[in-house]
Nanobody, 121 residues
Framework: QLHVVESGGGLVQPGGSLRLSCAAV????????VSWFRQAPGKERERISC????????HYVDSVKGRFTISRDNAAHLVYLQMNSLKPEDTAVYYC??????????????WGPGTQVTVSS
């Protein structure tokens, strides 16, 4: 029953903001690398961000760099993706995944349902 759960998606207007959360079930994210992924309609799933166990390293794909920020709150045992200046092309289902050793490229098991982000007027 070890898996992660995403939340925080919704409908926002262009230029708006959302904060997504990644929570763990059956373990704590404090000790894990966490990646965020998204899959837009008609496109392949892509990894857009990652944070290391210790917050020493964060990574972003160019399309979100400067607009999105990945962070963790170990007191809350959560990893966040703060999304600012949202664009219609950010519309996608967003997923997270955790790995003990490296930024994950896939989930431990199967992909969960993710959380839908829709950017539209």
């Amino acid at each position: 029953q070890l898996h992660v759960v995403e939340s925080g998606g919704g409908l926002v207007q262009p230029g708006g903001s959302l904060r997504l959360s990644c929570a763990a079930v059956g373990f704590t994210l404090d000790y894990y690398f966490v990646s965020w992924f998204r899959q837009a309609p008609g496109k392949e799933r892509e990894r857009i961000s990652c944070i290391s166990k210790t917050d020493e390293s964060t990574h972003y794909v160019d399309s979100v760099k400067g607009r999105f920020t990945i962070s963790r709150d170990n007191a809350a045992h959560l990893v966040y993706l703060q999304m600012n200046s949202l664009k219609p092309e950010d519309t996608a289902v967003y997923y997270c995944a955790a790995d003990y050793n490296n930024c994950p490229t896939r989930p431990f098991g199967s992909w969960g349902p993710g959380t839908q982000v829709t950017v539209s007027s």
